[in-house]
């Protein structure tokens, strides 16, 4: 087996991360407001506020955890020989 680069150990913490807050907004879904910063083509700030219910709470962590599981899949398949 071959050892792993500081680069794939940090790309399977940073699923890790992705993996754990997926689940507790899966678990524990929460009413909450996202900003989102747009360029509106002027070139000045812009943007506009999400908000998001206990369903798309659930549903933004289910999409978290998967992002998390792909991006250590990624990461352990690069790593074989």
């Known amino acids: 087996m071959k050892r792993l680069a500081a680069i794939e ?7 890790a991360v992705f993996f754990v807050v997926g689940f507790i907004l899966f678990v ?6 996202v900003a989102h910063a747009t360029d509106n083509g002027t070139g000045l700030p812009g943007g506009y506020v999400e908000f998001v219910t206990k369903f798309e709470s659930r ?13 250590a899949t990624f990461t352990l398949l690069r790593a074989e020989p």
């Open 59 to 71: 549903i933004y962590g289910i999409f978290e955890m998967l992002l998390g599981i792909g991006i």
């Open 9 to 15: 150990i940090s790309a399977l913490l940073l699923s």
């Open 28 to 33: 524990w879904p929460q009413e909450m407001t």
